[in-house]
């Protein structure tokens, strides 16, 4: 097969990696709609998602369909806007990182009041149990 332009990457290979990419995009896109997902880390993931599958559109058009010797110009823009596009990628990666860490911390935090919840409630117990026993025997320890 002869290509009538200087390309970086086959089209055939290009677009059918592309395709796979996009396909795991869509079906993580599904696998984030649980309803054991957080919110607001369904909300971060769906967005880098989208910026996920508009970098694959940008990084298949340059490597395989702009020629650098044709149109320069195109060529160097269409790789500024995929790099900028897997730019933002890691952007929020970076935010949904941040996000973890503040979900695990509450989840720490919850953790943690329930415990304090539970002793406070065993020595209230242990409490009132100690002033009965004195009441019945009629001592007083106080």
């Known amino acids: 097969m002869m290509l009538l332009?200087?390309?970086?990457?086959s089209p055939f290979l290009s677009?059918?990696?592309?395709?796979?990419?996009?396909?795991?995009?869509?079906?993580?896109?599904?696998r984030l709609g649980r309803r054991d997902v957080e919110p607001s880390r369904r909300g971060i993931r769906r967005a880098s998602l989208v910026l996920a599958a508009l970098a694959?559109?940008?990084l298949v058009r340059a490597a395989s369909f702009v020629?650098?010797?044709?149109?320069?110009a195109d060529y160097v823009n269409s790789w500024l806007a995929a790099i900028?596009?897997?730019?933002?990628?890691?952007?929020?990666?970076g935010m949904d990182v941040l996000n973890s860490f503040f979900i695990y911390r509450r989840m720490l935090l919850q953790d943690a009041l329930l415990a304090a919840q539970e002793?406070?409630?065993?020595?209230?117990?242990?409490?009132?149990?100690?002033?009965?026993?004195?009441?019945?025997?009629?001592?007083?320890?106080?």
Do not use: H, K
């Open 67 to 72: 020629d650098s010797e044709i149109s320069p």
């Open 84 to 93: 900028g596009l897997l730019f933002l990628f890691v952007l929020l990666v």
């Open 15 to 30: 677009i059918g990696l592309g395709g796979l990419l996009l396909l795991t995009c869509a079906w993580y896109w599904q």
């Open 119 to 142: 002793i406070q409630s065993n020595l209230r117990q242990s409490s009132q149990d100690s002033v009965s026993i004195n009441e019945r025997d009629g001592t007083d320890e106080g």
């Open 56 to 58: 694959i559109f940008a």
């Open 5 to 9: 332009a200087q390309i970086d990457m």
